[in-house]
């Protein structure tokens, strides 16, 4: 990840730069667990839209990840067809 924490609370960028700093770590980290590739990596998502939406790290990990490779291979929820 370019940015951190310190930049965000250092750069002027806003109260709630270093939520969203934090929050997109997270969902680096998630990515980078289940498939090995940082979003840095990855075609640009609406990064600053879920955070606002309030969507969780965790569940825009999950949405990164099907928009990229498919299906999330460790997704905790079963096909029940």
């Not at 090995?36 to 569940?59: C, H, K, M, R, W």
């Not at 990164?64 to 096909?79: A, H, N, T």
Request: glycine share 8%.
């Amino acid at each position: 990840m370019n940015y951190t924490i310190e930049d965000a609370r250092n750069g002027g960028w806003g109260p709630e730069a270093a939520d969203f700093v934090a929050w997109l770590q997270q969902v680096d980290q998630q990515v980078k667990g289940r498939v090995g590739v940082s979003i840095d990596d990855l075609p640009d998502q609406s990064y600053a839209d879920a955070f606002n939406d309030g969507t969780s790290a965790e569940d825009m990990a999950t949405e990164v990840i099907e928009s990229e490779f498919g299906e999330d291979e460790d997704s905790d929820e079963e096909d029940e067809s």
